[in-house]
């Protein structure tokens, strides 16, 4: 049994809180310099300068010390809640957790976006107190929880393979709760090391995968081996299945159980024995596609990836209204990636 990073089935907002506050500090334990590119990317100028700087002979007012060890004083306040329920009376009274940092910001955090006008009023009251105050300025930063999870996808790579399986897990946790809506799922195409397997997916239109790893909501599979994306199909249906002592025990995530994909599924339990790969006495998850076609979308860099990779195909097909999948699979020989 998978254990979890992060705590669910609780729909209370402090737990939501305390889950995305472990996945920042997981981050941050991972690696600094990512946690604060993060931090510089979504909530600070690039004027922002959080690491510590070591400075040889700096000069002050009076002397010129050897050396100074020096870090940029912020603090980020965060409110969560589990819908658009904010309310500007509260958010001001948050105001007085800030001191005298250089740097300030008040996250709203929500699976939605706030209105827009309920945001512009709080704006407005924020201009109001910033420009009444010494100190430095307030910045108000309104996001999602898909936001957050997006802009740390962001700021890790292929080979942060310990820091992707907690953002896995921290999106099925969302997923799971109801943090993040799956309506932009359409957009979204998950990639998958084939391998060995690649001619048998293909062949009938299936993938398999742990059942314990979370994933990002997507419409699209493809599958990768030999420095390229091979194959790409729109999901049709997720199936889990286990052999327990009283059969194949079957789960529809999405889409019908069929005694067609019945046999697709004994017949990849039967390919996965001739790659060494027993599937049949753990859960795993079967995605069905409605066809995979071919498709050589490259891999320019060096390195193989170590893991799944989901792109927004909005934003490699440059559009903002996606074709057929095989005209997907056409335009993606057009592309690369990195």
């Given at each position: 049994?998978?254990i979890?990073?992060?705590?669910?089935?609780?729909a209370?907002e402090?737990?939501?809180?305390?889950?995305?506050?472990?996945?920042?500090s997981?981050?941050?334990?991972y690696?600094?310099?990512?946690?604060?590119?993060?931090?510089?990317?979504?909530?600070?100028?690039d004027?922002?300068?959080?690491e510590?700087?070591?400075?040889?002979?700096?000069k002050?007012?009076?002397?010129?010390?050897d050396?100074?060890?020096?870090?940029?004083?912020?603090k980020?306040?965060?409110?969560?809640?589990?819908?658009?329920w904010?309310?500007?009376?509260?958010?001001?009274?948050?105001?007085?957790?800030?001191?005298?940092?250089?740097?300030k910001?008040m996250?709203?955090?929500?699976?939605?976006?706030?209105?827009?006008?309920?945001?512009?009023?709080?704006?407005?009251q924020?201009?109001?107190?910033?420009?009444?105050?010494?100190a430095?300025?307030?910045?108000?930063?309104?996001t999602?929880?898909?936001?957050?999870?997006n802009?740390?996808?962001?700021?890790?790579d292929?080979?942060?393979?310990?820091?992707?399986?907690?953002l896995?897990?921290?999106?099925?946790?969302?997923?799971?709760?109801g943090?993040?809506?799956?309506?932009?799922?359409?957009?979204?195409?998950?990639?998958?090391?084939?391998?060995?397997?690649?001619?048998?997916?293909?062949?009938?239109?299936?993938?398999?995968?742990?059942?314990?790893?979370?994933?990002?909501?997507?419409d699209?599979?493809?599958?990768?081996?030999?420095k390229?994306?091979?194959?790409?199909?729109?999901?049709?249906?997720?199936?889990?299945?286990?052999?327990?002592?009283?059969?194949?025990?079957?789960?529809?995530?999405?889409?019908?159980?069929?005694e067609e994909?019945?046999?697709?599924?004994?017949?990849?339990?039967?390919?996965?024995?001739?790659?060494?790969?027993?599937?049949?006495?753990?859960?795993?998850?079967?995605?069905?596609?409605?066809k995979?076609?071919?498709?050589?979308?490259?891999k320019?860099?060096?390195?193989?990836?170590?893991?799944?990779?989901?792109?927004?195909?909005?934003?490699?097909?440059?559009t903002?209204?996606?074709?057929?999948?095989?005209?997907?699979?056409?335009?993606?020989?057009?592309?690369?990636?990195?």
């Amino acid at each position: 049994m998978k254990i979890h990073y992060f705590q669910r089935y609780h729909a209370k907002e402090n737990v939501a809180t305390a889950n995305t506050m472990l996945l920042l500090s997981r981050l941050y334990q991972y690696s600094s310099d990512k946690f604060f590119r993060f931090l510089k990317s979504e909530f600070f100028s690039d004027s922002f300068e959080p690491e510590i700087v070591f400075n040889l002979q700096e000069k002050s007012v009076d002397s010129i010390p050897d050396a100074t060890i020096t870090q940029e004083s912020f603090k980020i306040v965060v409110e969560t809640k589990m819908s658009d329920w904010f309310y500007s009376d509260q958010l001001m009274r948050h105001l007085n957790s800030f001191s005298d940092e250089k740097y300030k910001v008040m996250i709203t955090l929500a699976p939605e976006l706030m209105e827009e006008d309920k945001k512009n009023i709080f704006e407005q009251q924020l201009r109001k107190y910033n420009t009444t105050t010494k100190a430095s300025p307030v910045i108000h930063i309104n996001t999602t929880f898909e936001g957050i999870a997006n802009a740390i996808q962001e700021v890790i790579d292929d080979r942060d393979y310990e820091m992707q399986e907690v953002l896995d897990d921290y999106l099925n946790y969302c997923y799971n709760d109801g943090l993040i809506a799956v309506s932009d799922s359409w957009k979204f195409m998950r990639m998958q090391l084939a391998g060995t397997t690649l001619d048998f997916n293909v062949s009938q239109d299936i993938y398999y995968d742990n059942a314990d790893r979370g994933f990002r909501a997507h419409d699209y599979l493809s599958l990768y081996k030999n420095k390229s994306v091979r194959a790409v199909g729109k999901i049709s249906a997720r199936i889990t299945a286990v052999d327990t002592d009283n059969g194949m025990q079957y789960e529809v995530e999405f889409g019908e159980l069929t005694e067609e994909r019945k046999q697709k599924i004994a017949d990849a339990i039967i390919d996965g024995v001739q790659h060494g790969y027993d599937i049949k006495s753990s859960k795993h998850r079967y995605f069905f596609v409605e066809k995979f076609y071919e498709t050589d979308f490259k891999k320019i860099t060096p390195r193989a990836p170590m893991g799944t990779r989901v792109f927004d195909l909005t934003q490699v097909l440059e559009t903002g209204n996606l074709p057929e999948t095989q005209e997907i699979a056409e335009l993606l020989k057009t592309k690369t990636w990195s």
